[in-house]
């Protein structure tokens, strides 16, 4: 049996992933420190810088996928993971030097997230290069991993870190670890592509992108009701919080341990999931953890107010099986969906075709996320939480009936 550890090029990468994967959950919190506490901006400003980041892949996803067909996808990551590192020592400077403003910090997030864009479209199109077929689950199992610990543990590791040393050198850090992951992406050795996208107009291989995506017998259906997933998923994750704290009355020293709960969910469910994919076939098993994102959010709307400390324990406990099972879910999902979607896809089209759907699964985010809060300040939060639970429900009942549960991760239906 193949082992993963025996491909040492993947190795370096995963290491590599680790530093920026970490990096980038603890310069989330570090911003919005940064924004509030050392430029004295406002809820707005954290809103727009936040959301200033993402802008790129909305409109520049197709764009994005184009060109990494083009380009070696390693000197993508090289460059990009090295560009956001001096972009983040650059913040960090203007930032001790008191000359930032919203409006430069914004203008430099944007540069961050074109990169990231990239970055992500790279990522996502690299690791068919470094591993063989037989191996993608697993290989993605060990990202998501990875993903889900620094998940959890990134908040906190910047809580301390912000504490200690303050916001602009915390980001400081997050440069180092950009810069050393750009490094060490640069020692790895892979198979080149063997075929090349060079040739032909933008517009065209664009247009052969989507069709790809979408005319696929099972890729298809993935992609749309990865789509509608994401709307509802933003929907809750924008009221989650302050669910926990307004309704349910929860203090602010446990939210990071119920966010956390999802977190160990993940690794959970990372741990299981190529086990999953070869006993029950990738298909079913993404269908099981599509139904199972309903419940787990029921488990959590079903949550008595903390009014005393016996509805405190009773509260606590469905949050956190509810975020345990969502994370659960995400996890058994994140490596066969990645590595399904890898697996049939040629080289010379995965960067179009991540690059595709992670773009218009941002702009269902971005829709989504106000939504989810314009419903909860409407009728409120319990309410706009059932909303997004019929969503995942109805996304997961349409996966589950749908040809994608026959899905196999062997079977050559390219």
């Not at 993971?81 to 430099?108: D, P, S, Y």
């Not at 664009?206 to 992609?223: D, F």
């Not at 190529?274 to 309903?294: H, P």
């Not at 406990?317 to 879910?329: D, H, K, P, W």
Request: some cysteine; proline content about 3%; glycine content about 10%.
């Amino acid at each position: 049996m193949m082992k993963i550890r025996e491909h040492k090029s993947f190795v370096r990468f995963w290491v590599a992933s680790a530093s920026s994967t970490f990096g980038m959950f603890i310069l989330t919190l570090a911003l919005q420190v940064l924004v509030v506490v050392n430029m004295g901006g406002s809820a707005v400003d954290v809103g727009w810088v936040s959301a200033s980041r993402w802008i790129p892949y909305i409109l520049l996803g197709l764009l994005a996928g184009v060109l990494i067909d083009r380009f070696h996808r390693k000197t993508v990551l090289v460059v990009t993971n090295i560009g956001r590192g001096m972009l983040l020592v650059m913040i960090c400077l203007l930032a001790v030097t008191e000359v930032i403003n919203i409006g430069w910090l914004m203008i430099m997030l944007i540069l961050f997230g074109v990169m990231s864009l990239f970055n992500d479209a790279a990522y996502q199109s690299f690791v068919p290069q470094l591993v063989p077929r037989p191996l993608l689950i697993r290989a993605n199992a060990r990202l998501e991993q990875v993903s889900a610990v620094a998940e959890t543990s990134g908040p906190a590791i910047a809580g301390g870190l912000v504490s200690w040393i303050g916001a602009p050198f915390t980001i400081l850090v997050n440069a180092v670890s950009y810069l050393f992951s750009g490094v060490l992406m640069a020692t790895i050795k892979h198979k080149p592509l063997e075929k090349s996208a060079t040739d032909g107009r933008i517009g065209k291989q664009i247009k052969e992108g989507l069709q790809w995506m979408y005319r696929h017998q099972y890729l298809r259906t993935l992609a749309l009701n990865t789509h509608a997933w994401f709307l509802f998923h933003s929907m809750m994750i924008t009221i989650f919080v302050t669910f926990i704290l307004i309704e349910l009355g929860f203090k602010e020293s446990l939210l990071g341990f119920l966010l956390a709960a999802g977190g160990v969910g993940a690794v959970i469910g990372t741990s299981l999931s190529n086990r999953a994919g070869m006993r029950f076939g990738v298909g079913k098993s993404m269908a099981f953890s599509r139904i199972l994102y309903g419940p787990a959010v029921i488990l959590m709307v079903l949550s008595p107010a903390a009014n005393d400390s016996d509805t405190q324990i009773i509260a606590l406990i469905f949050v956190i099986l509810g975020q345990l099972f969502y994370g659960f879910a995400m996890g058994i999902e994140g490596p066969l969906e990645m590595g399904y979607r890898q697996s049939v896809t040629p080289l010379h089209l995965q960067g179009r075709m991540n690059a595709t759907l992670r773009s218009i699964n941002r702009s269902m985010v971005v829709i989504g996320a106000p939504l989810g809060g314009a419903i909860a300040d409407g009728i409120g939060f319990r309410q706009a939480l059932w909303i997004s639970i019929v969503g995942l429900i109805l996304c997961g009942l349409w996966f589950a009936l749908s040809s994608m549960r026959k899905a196999q991760f062997k079977e050559d239906d390219e």
